[in-house]
């Protein structure tokens, strides 16, 4: 695979669309994965996906050439999410990612965990859901707005070990500029500027999204519910400069 350079940094990017396979069955994140090429996007499969079509359809993408982004957010104590990780690590994932709100030890006990793989995953915490807002926030007892939030739990993870978050795009540029340049930024929330918002809210076109510092964009539905899914992703990679 061709790696590329960032602006920022000397982290190898490769491609930077995550593909989310958000499809109701294996057969047909499968078939939407067989229209795509691995060389130009890599694939996501989120936690319906992975429930309905388990470690075999991770192994089946990879062996069609995908990295693939298991995306479990596990959130438990440490002893759990360590060999939880290290399940997904065996399922060989490029990248996983856990809850960073699963505090330090957490944390450091999935970095540890991963350790012994001579090839391991990019391992990426989740600070606050992009569906929380301050109220919601303040439900749960933080008193703080999503932003301060975001960045506290986003240098903890740094702190832990983590090789980044996953963030809104909106907050990329923050973080870049408070966690350095080699800390992976990967953004969910993104549309073409032509695409509906659906059910996101803090949304920022791919073009802004990397502008703002994302290494990765994780993008579903303009892709996947497109009349024709390889020129929409043609045009979104087109978008991130090539
Ligand atoms: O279809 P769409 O582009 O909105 O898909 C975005 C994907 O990113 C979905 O799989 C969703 O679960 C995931 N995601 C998100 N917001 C987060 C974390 C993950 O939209 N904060």
């Known amino acids: 695979m061709t790696l590329t350079m960032t602006d920022q940094s000397s982290f190898p ?10 499809l109701a069955s294996a057969d047909a ?17 989120g936690k319906e996906l992975f429930t309905t079509g388990g470690p075999l359809l991770v192994t089946r993408l990879r062996a069609m050439g995908f990295e693939v982004f298991v995306d479990l957010k596990f959130h438990d104590i440490p002893n759990t999410v360590a060999a939880a990780c290290r399940a997904a690590a065996s399922d060989g994932a490029w990248m996983l990612d856990v809850h960073a709100s699963g505090g330090r030890r957490m944390m450091e006990a999935a970095r540890e965990a991963l350790a012994p793989f001579s090839q391991r995953p990019l391992l990426v915490a ?5 569906s929380m807002d301050a109220r919601d926030l303040a439900e749960v007892g933080v008193p703080a707005d999503p932003e301060a939030q975001v960045l506290r739990l986003a ?4 702190d ?3 090789d980044g978050v996953v963030c809104s795009p909106r907050e990329a540029r923050l973080l870049r500029e408070h ?6 930024l990967v953004t969910p929330g993104v549309r ?9 809210s803090r949304i920022a076109t791919p073009a802004e999204a990397v502008a703002a510092g994302a290494h990765y964009l994780v993008i579903g ?10 020129a929409a992703l043609s045009s979104i990679i087109e978008q991130t400069g090539g």
């Open 126 to 130: 989740v600070t606050v859901l992009t």
């Open 160 to 162: 832990s070990g983590m």
């Open 221 to 230: 539905r303009p892709i996947t519910q497109a009349a024709d899914p390889v």
């Open 29 to 45: 994140a499968l078939e939407m994965a067989r229209r795509l090429d691995p060389r130009r996007c890599r694939v996501k499969v």
């Open 192 to 200: 073409p500027p032509t695409a509906a918002a659906d059910d996101q």
């Open 155 to 158: 240098l903890l993870a740094r």
């Open 179 to 184: 966690c350095g340049p080699g800390f992976v």
């Open 13 to 22: 990017i490769g491609p930077r669309v995550i593909v989310a396979l958000d």
